[in-house]
């Protein structure tokens, strides 16, 4: 996922096939668990190297094509964990949260210089779905997770299909550089 001639590869074999490009998902995520002032230095690269190197490689490559097109989506996956600083009795993965934050400030900003090519960047931000990346938090602290969690349950697959059908088509033309939380109203709570 952060290898530039693997993605250019992607990229060249996309367009052979369809001949353009409308819609980019960078949805690659992985996490480490550990205490901040123990973060293993090659445990924080993969994480950065995953979910922030990958989105800024393909969102590049794609948006040149986007840009020559004059249209196109991208739809980046962020994380709730990447609004503020997380409660390490909840969550200890300061990697995550980090390469989340650098996402959601990625979305705005290559929004900006994107948008007057008609090329929309946006973002979604779940908050705790039962994945297997999350099993572990879960199994960790679910039960506070759900108390913080005003909708009173964990996201399904259901709930992220009506946002990103959203900024994937005409409906969203008129956003760009929005990060929509999908997570139960825990972002919109006071904790």
Not at 4 to 15: A, F, L
Not at 31 to 51: C, Y
Not at 83 to 98: E, K, R
Not at 159 to 175: H, I, N, Q, R, T
């Amino acid at each position: 996922m952060s290898n530039q001639e693997n993605i250019q590869h992607v990229v060249d074999e996309t367009m052979k096939e369809f001949g353009r490009i409308d819609i980019l998902v960078n949805n690659s995520g992985t996490s480490w668990g550990a205490p901040a002032l123990e973060m293993p230095l090659d445990k924080w690269d993969k994480v950065m190297d995953i979910n922030l190197k990958a989105v800024f490689l393909f969102s590049q490559a794609v948006g040149k094509i986007m840009v020559e097109q004059r249209s196109g989506k991208i739809i980046n996956i962020a994380s709730i964990a990447g609004m503020g600083g997380q409660d390490p009795l909840v969550m200890d993965a300061i990697g995550y949260s980090t390469s989340k934050g650098a996402v959601i400030t990625f979305t705005k900003d290559l929004a900006v210089k994107l948008a007057p090519y008609n090329v929309h960047v946006n973002a979604i931000a779940p908050g705790f779905f039962p994945t297997k990346m999350a099993k572990a938090i879960l199994d960790y602290s679910g039960e506070k997770i759900l108390e913080r969690t005003p909708a009173g349950r964990f996201g399904s697959d259901d709930d992220m299909k009506g946002p990103a059908l959203f900024l994937a088509s005409d409906a969203s033309d008129y956003v760009f550089g929005h990060v929509l939380a999908v997570d139960g109203g825990t972002s919109a709570s006071v904790q």
